[in-house]
Nanobody
Framework: QVPLVQSGGGTVQAGGSLRLSCATS????????MGWFRRAPGKEREFVAA????????VHADSVKGRFTISRDNAKKTVYLQMNSLKPEDTAVYYC??????????????????WGQGTQVTVSS
């Protein structure tokens, strides 16, 4: 497991933007695939986006495609989630996650170990 520390989030009006960050002190950050998940009140945890270790490959859930963008800066050991055109249904606690494989070919099998502390994102209508 690697320690993951999240920052960002907060409250924004619909149509607004927020950026989440997730930093680690792990020595081999580029060897980890990184992901973002969210859990809305009363709902199951939902996959949001994932990025491969070298940043070349990304996957976004259909619900956020075209509005959210995952990226990473391996020199800063940080992964980001840029969220634009936010909707009230995006309200949730967002979690970053790390997987020791750098690939994102089989997302359901990934991200079972290291998780961030969670960040609340609230979108008002």
């Amino acid at each position: 497991q690697v320690p993951l520390v999240q920052s960002g989030g907060g409250t924004v009006q619909a149509g607004g933007s927020l950026r989440l960050s997730c930093a680690t002190s792990g020595r081999t950050f580029s060897s980890y695939a990184m992901g973002w998940f969210r859990r809305a009140p009363g709902k199951e945890r939902e996959f949001v986006a994932a990025i491969s270790g070298n940043g070349a490959d990304t996957v976004h859930a259909d619900s956020v495609k075209g509005r959210f963008t995952i990226s990473r800066d391996n020199a800063k050991k940080t992964v980001y989630l840029q969220m634009n055109s936010l909707k009230p249904e995006d309200t949730a606690v967002y979690y970053c996650a790390a997987d020791p494989s750098p690939f994102i070919d089989n997302i359901p099998e990934l991200f079972r170990g290291s998780w961030g502390q969670g960040t609340q994102v609230t979108v008002s209508s």
